[in-house]
């Protein structure tokens, strides 16, 4: 199977996997707080963490279709860890600060500034 099949299936699985959480949260606790995203982001850092660890380098395929299609469908927030603690590990401490601190700001930044163009297109529609 090819690589983008893999990632395409992973993909497909871990949308569904995340929707089915967060659904699963909402109705169990309410949607007061994002309990489903914070579940899909715990769980999901816990299991890049444990595979990619655990697989290494090792076979790729299985690697495409959990870490890059499963884990990468079902939350991003798994690679934005694993790959902070990566460089922690290997001891570019300011690189990954820069990382943490800069994809937060800019993340929060870009939604905030698609919100106001999304308002301001609002408006002229």
């Given at each position: 199977m090819g690589p983008y099949l893999l990632i395409a299936l992973g993909g497909a699985i871990g949308a569904n996997a995340r929707y089915l959480v967060s659904t699963w949260a909402a109705n169990r606790a309410g949607v007061e707080f994002p309990y489903g995203t914070f579940l899909v982001n715990a769980s999901g850092s816990l299991l890049m963490g444990f595979f990619l660890n655990l697989m290494?380098?090792?076979e790729p395929g299985i690697k495409?279709?959990?870490?890059?299609?499963?884990?990468?469908?079902?939350?991003t927030f798994s690679t934005f860890a694993y790959e902070t603690l990566a460089l922690v590990r290997r001891g570019a401490i300011r690189s990954s600060l820069v990382h943490v601190l800069g994809s937060t700001i800019t993340g929060i930044a870009g939604v905030g500034l698609g919100m106001a163009l999304a308002d301001v297109v609002g408006r002229i529609w």
């Open positions: 290494g380098g090792n495409l279709l959990i870490a890059t299609g499963f884990l990468g469908s079902y939350t």
